[in-house]
């Protein structure tokens, strides 16, 4: 490109410095001891004005400060010296009387290199403004920003300690309520991802993940996962990449991996469907990150069937579609109230009298039902027992384990028992956590296609202070917006219900019941 005349060498000279404009950028034209410099005038951390920076003296005339927040750039060498992103530099030269620069357009391929680059650091040091910074410069470029989120799942993957995490979970509905919008609304979306990624790794610190490959053997890799053996179960996953199983053969894998047992509170599910719906929108590539911190989550996983109040699980899995007299027909209202053993024999016993399809949408409305309802009292008592400690967020699992569901038995059918009687769980352990008799009213709506609309676009500026409470407020509003579609007739219900869990005020922290609880835990050590 040629130089471009933009001042009097003889004004910048009296000046010192003095901004120009070029192609609506404003550029800073410096005129130091150390020579001649031109660069762009807002710092690139939060745009203050750089010339109202401070330069230094001697052999620092070249370093440039911004005073908002001290950030320094070696004008002569390009290097930010104290802060982060990089400042952009022209080249500039006196030529007679007059200043000329040189706006040279950057190469793509370099850019987006050092874009990344950036975004590793930001990932790092827990930077969410400088983790979107870097994706808007991906944009402005019109690269995909798909890239960033691609290249942080990389960083993150051996970076979780347990595997996958909601941060993976709400992925594909936050890319899905971004692309329903504009460069804005994509962005939002790829900075809530960024985040929590980098959120969750939080301690920075590296699990190596298990080396070497073996031939994929479907029934090893069950066993592996059955036996939490980490390390021959990525093994075998190698093995099945390197088949390649398709698609929908490793949507089956772990989704039958997933139900084998309660497990992770239902999570162990929603995340193996959330996991193969992300690598869908991101692409292959992500094939072996994504999977294997699937496995790592399947093997470190909680087996809740193994408390008493599941352990009937797998009991009344094997016994299902076989009729018990002694329970009877279920009333409309029976999942509501009951207890975790009480709701699987129901659903069971229902099971050899009815359709999936006439349960079905009764366990979903039992959910809904009791959302709606939720005690929030008990959420904020400080004289609980650990083992009552329960939240907003533990009743919003129900919907997307159900959601999760539907996916899951549309893609294999035969899983339809377990996840029925996995979702009667959940309403059977929030039974103890709602208020049958609260006045709901308030909360009715009346129009659900303008609800969902209403709340997606206050999601998309939410103001939440952390992830995981962002995560379940987009798992959740779009689980229930998907389960109305498929339910005309409880869209009404499910509508009220996210409504009122998207109005609650949250309490993040319990002071006073940790302290008591702990006090109490290590008076019995």
């Not at 066993?223 to 053969?249: C, F, H, K, Y």
């Not at 509170?265 to 992500?286: E, N, R």
Request: with cysteine; hydrophobic share 45%.
């Amino acid at each position: 490109m040629a130089w471009i005349d933009v001042a009097a060498a003889g004004d910048l000279a009296a000046a010192g410095r003095l901004v120009v404009r070029h192609e609506g950028r404003q550029i800073l034209l410096l005129d130091t001891p150390a020579g001649l410099f031109a660069c762009v005038n807002r710092c690139p951390h939060e745009g203050y004005p750089l010339r109202e920076g401070s330069l230094g003296s001697g052999t620092a005339a070249c370093i440039l400060t911004c005073n908002w927040h001290n950030w320094k750039f070696d004008l002569s060498t390009g290097e930010t010296l104290v802060g982060g992103d990089r400042l952009r530099r022209f080249p500039i030269r006196r030529q007679d009387a007059r200043i000329e620069i040189e706006i040279v357009p950057e190469d793509t391929d370099q850019r987006r290199t050092a874009i990344l680059a950036g975004l590793e650091r930001a990932l790092h040091e827990d930077d969410a403004d400088r983790q979107v910074r870097e994706v808007a410069r991906l944009m402005q470029l019109g690269l995909d920003p798909h890239d960033a989120l691609r290249h942080a799942i990389h960083w993150a993957h051996d970076r979780l300690e347990f595997g996958t995490t909601h941060a993976i979970g709400a992925a594909p509905d936050w890319l899905q309520l971004g692309w329903q919008g504009g460069t804005e609304e994509r962005l939002i979306a790829c900075g809530e991802i960024l985040g929590h990624l980098s959120d969750d790794a939080r301690d920075r610190t590296r699990y190596p993940i298990p080396a070497g490959i073996s031939p994929w053997d479907d029934v090893a890799f069950a066993a592996a996962i059955e036996a939490q053996d980490e390390a021959t179960a990525i093994r075998l996953m190698r093995g099945g990449l390197a088949v390649p199983l398709s698609a929908d053969s490793w949507q089956r894998v772990f989704m039958q991996a997933a139900l084998t047992h309660y497990a992770d509170f239902g999570h162990a599910l929603i995340y193996s469907v959330k996991t193969m719906d992300l690598l869908d929108l991101l692409g292959p590539g992500l094939a072996e990150p994504l999977l294997t911190m699937l496995v790592r989550s399947l093997c470190f996983a909680r087996r809740d069937d193994l408390l008493p109040e599941f352990r009937s699980y797998a009991d009344q899995l094997s016994l299902w579609g076989k009729a018990d007299a002694s329970i009877g027909a279920p009333a409309p209202d029976a999942f509501r109230r009951a207890s975790p053993k009480s709701a699987m024999a129901i659903q069971r016993n229902w099971s050899a009298q009815a359709d999936m399809r006439a349960i079905w949408p009764v366990l979903v409305e039992a959910a809904a039902w009791q959302l709606l309802h939720a005690d929030e009292s008990h959420f904020r008592r400080p004289d609980l027992k650990i083992a009552d400690n329960a939240n907003w967020l533990d009743l919003t699992h129900a919907l997307t384990f159900a959601d999760a569901g539907e996916t899951a038995a549309a893609r294999a059918p035969e899983l339809w028992p377990a996840i029925m009687l996995q979702l009667a769980c959940f309403i059977g352990r929030n039974s103890g956590f709602v208020d049958a008799g609260l006045d709901t009213a308030s909360f009715n709506v009346n129009d659900p296609d303008a609800f969902w609309q209403e709340a997606r676009a206050g999601l998309l500026d939410h103001g939440r202070g952390r992830f995981i409470i962002s995560a379940h407020l987009i798992k959740t509003l779009l689980a229930a917006e998907r389960l109305a579609r498929a339910h005309p007739q409880l869209a009404p219900l499910l509508a009220s219900a996210l409504g009122r869990f998207l109005q609650a005020p949250l309490k993040e922290r319990h002071l006073r019941r940790t302290a008591r609880q702990m006090l109490d835990l290590v008076a019995q050590e």
